[in-house]
C-alpha cells in the first residue's frame, strides 16, 4: 500500500507558467490511479478536483486546503522576515524568492501530516513518497506508481532495513566534501532531488523532525537553509545510514543509458526505475518514438544498443560515500 503526497501553491515569482504546472498536475492527478493527498490553497480547489475528473484517477483522493501558503505550515509560520533577509544570500537568488524557499521547505510537513492523518483515520499505508506536482513533465505511460513490489526491492537491494528514507541522488557529495563537519552548514551540491522522497511511516516521523531539527539550528547560526537539496545532503552526511538511493549517473551502468534519449532524461529516471514492468516497457516504447531516425537505426548496429533500459540498484547511502570518500571516512 502506497500513498503519493503532493501540493500546488502559486508563486509571485516562477520559473514555470501556470499553464506549465496545468500540464503537469493532469499527468500527475489524471493518470496516477495510486492514492494521493493533495495540499492546495482554497483559491485552487476547483482547478485541483477538476484535474481529478478524467477516467483514469487516484483510488483514493484527498484535497487538503487548510494552509494559504506554505508559511502557514507550523515549522514555517512567522518566518516570512527571515526568509526575505535570508534570499540574499542565495547564489541563484535572480531565480529564486523567499516563498519558494518554503514550498521547498514546507514538503517534510506535509507529507508527515498526510500520513499521519490517514492512519488516524484508520488507512495505513506500508510507504508515502512526496512527489513534486510538477514531476511528470512529459507524456508517459505509468498509472499503478510507483509500484508496490519495485518500492520492496530497492529497500531490500540496500540492505537497510525498512527504518530509511529513500531519495533518488544526481551525484555523490564532491570529495571536497569528505572533511565536512555539522557546523560548516548545508552542503551546496548536486546530490539529492528533492522532487520524489519517502518511505515507512517511522521513517517520514522521523526525517520530518530532524530535517526542522536542523533547519533551524542552521537558521539561528546564519546559514542559508532556503534550497532544501542543500539540507539534505548535509542529512546524507549526518546520517548516511538513514538513507536509501537510487542513483542514475553511476560511472558502472551509464554506458547501458546510450545511445541519448534510449531511456529519457536523467533527472525523473527513479519514475522508470519504480514502475512495473508492463508500464516500463510501454515507456520504452514512448521514448524510442521520440527518437531521432539516425539514433534509432545506429542503436541496431551497435551491441547493447538495443537492449532494455536498466534497473538501477537500491543503494545504501552508506556504501554511495564510503565509495566516494574511502572505507575510512
Excluded at 484535497?63 to 501558503?69: A, G, H, K, P, V
Excluded at 510507504?127 to 506508481?145: M, N, Q
Excluded at 542552521?218 to 539540507?231: A, P, R
Aim: glycine letters at 8%.
Amino acid at each position: 500500500r502506497v500513498l503519493l503526497v503532493s501540493a500546488l501553491y502559486p508563486l509571485a515569482k516562477s520559473k514555470h507558467s501556470q499553464k506549465d504546472y496545468a500540464e503537469w498536475l493532469q499527468r500527475l492527478l489524471g493518470t496516477i490511479t495510486t492514492d494521493v493527498y493533495f495540499f492546495a490553497p482554497p483559491s485552487l480547489e476547483s482547478i485541483v478536483l477538476d484535474t481529478t475528473q478524467p477516467k483514469l484517477q487516484p483510488q483514493f483522493f484527498k484535497l487538503n486546503t487548510e494552509y494559504e501558503t506554505a508559511f502557514t505550515v507550523p515549522p514555517l509560520q512567522g518566518l516570512e522576515k527571515v526568509y526575505d533577509g535570508m534570499h540574499q544570500k542565495d547564489r541563484e537568488k535572480l531565480r529564486h524568492s523567499p516563498e519558494l524557499y518554503a514550498v521547498w521547505n514546507a514538503k517534510p510537513f506535509f507529507l508527515n501530516t498526510a500520513v499521519q492523518e490517514m492512519r488516524q483515520r484508520g488507512k495505513e499505508y506500508d510507504y508515502a513518497f512526496w512527489i513534486d506536482a510538477g514531476s511528470f513533465r512529459e507524456e508517459h505511460a505509468f498509472s499503478g506508481w510507483p509500484d508496490a513490489t519495485r518500492v520492496e526491492e530497492v529497500f531490500e537491494q540496500s540492505g537497510k532495513g525498512h527504518d530509511t528514507i529513500f531519495f533518488p541522488i544526481w551525484d555523490p557529495p564532491g570529495f571536497r566534501f569528505r572533511t565536512w563537519q555539522e557546523g560548516m552548514g548545508p552542503v551546496d551540491d548536486e546530490v539529492s532531488e528533492g522532487s520524489f522522497f519517502g518511505g515507512p511511516p517511522q521513517a517520514i516521523r522521523w526525517y520530518t523532525s530532524t530535517f526542522y531539527e536542523y533547519h533551524d539550528h542552521y537558521l539561528s547560526l546564519g546559514h542559508f537553509v532556503g534550497k532544501d537539496q542543500t539540507l539534505i545532503n548535509a542529512l546524507f552526511l549526518l546520517f548516511p545510514r538513514r538513507f536509501v538511493t537510487l542513483w542514475r549517473r553511476d560511472p558502472s551502468s551509464r554506458t547501458k543509458f546510450w545511445p541519448s534519449g534510449k531511456c529519457g532524461g536523467e533527472w525523473y529516471y527513479y519514475e522508470f526505475a519504480l514502475a512495473k514492468e508492463n508500464e516500463r516497457n510501454a515507456m520504452e516504447s514512448i521514448w524510442e518514438k521520440k527518437m531521432s531516425w539516425f539514433w534509432r537505426v545506429l542503436r541496431g548496429w551497435v551491441p547493447g544498443g538495443t537492449a532494455k533500459c536498466p534497473l538501477p540498484p537500491g543503494l545504501a547511502m552508506e556504501s554511495v560515500l564510503a565509495e566516494t570518500f574511502g572505507e575510512r571516512w
